[in-house]
């Protein structure tokens, strides 16, 4: 909010734009973005194939195992990370096992702040306004839901995975 806080004074319609949501990131930003391209947006939505965005937020998991590893003293290469980056994309349940998740109170807190944070930007933009109609809200729920379902909310407890040292996790990574 600090950026957007400053750029509204220099410019009268400051849009903030999820770049990590499901769908074409193009279509998506010149739809939602740019309100008055509509003939480009209908254009895009009959092409989506042609724009698909292949960005996917990268786990950083590896990377906190790699680190409580070498915090313990515990010996962790990088193909042993490898390895349970390859794990962690096909072995979904196993993995689970070993991830930490919001609470339902937290993901609560977060749901509301974010609606909070929808509300206030739609008070200084009429194209987000018209954007945000009470069904958008509805829509905003459910999508977080379904994020939250999708385990976006949750991260590996490192700490978890070297308590393990004989689970399918660590003697995969460990061959």
């Known amino acids: 909010m600090i950026a957007f806080d400053l750029y509204k004074e220099y410019f009268n319609d400051v849009y903030i734009f999820n770049s990590h949501q499901d769908g ?3 279509t998506n930003f010149v ?3 740019l309100p008055t391209a509509y003939n480009i947006c209908k254009e895009l939505k009959g092409q989506t194939n042609a724009f698909k965005s292949k960005h996917v937020s990268p786990s950083l998991d590896g ?3 790699y680190a409580k590893a070498k ?6 290469t990088r193909k042993m990370i490898s390895k349970f980056n390859d794990f962690r994309l096909s072995n979904n349940t196993e ?30 933009s009429e194209n987000v306004r018209l954007f945000l109609e009470p069904s958008r809200s509805d829509d905003h729920i459910t999508n977080f839901e379904s994020t939250a379902t999708k385990g976006k909310y949750c991260e590996i407890d490192a700490s978890r995975v070297l308590d393990y040292p004989n689970s399918t996790l660590m003697r995969t990574i460990s061959l």
Do not use: G, T
């Open 71 to 76: 915090q313990r003293n515990v010996p962790m």
């Open 31 to 33: 739809c939602q973005a």
């Open 95 to 124: 993995y689970q096992k070993f991830q930490s998740c919001l609470s339902s109170e937290s993901k609560k807190r977060l749901l509301d702040r974010s609606l909070e944070l929808e509300k206030q930007v739609a008070l200084v």
């Open 24 to 26: 074409d990131i193009m």
């Open 63 to 65: 990377s906190k195992l």
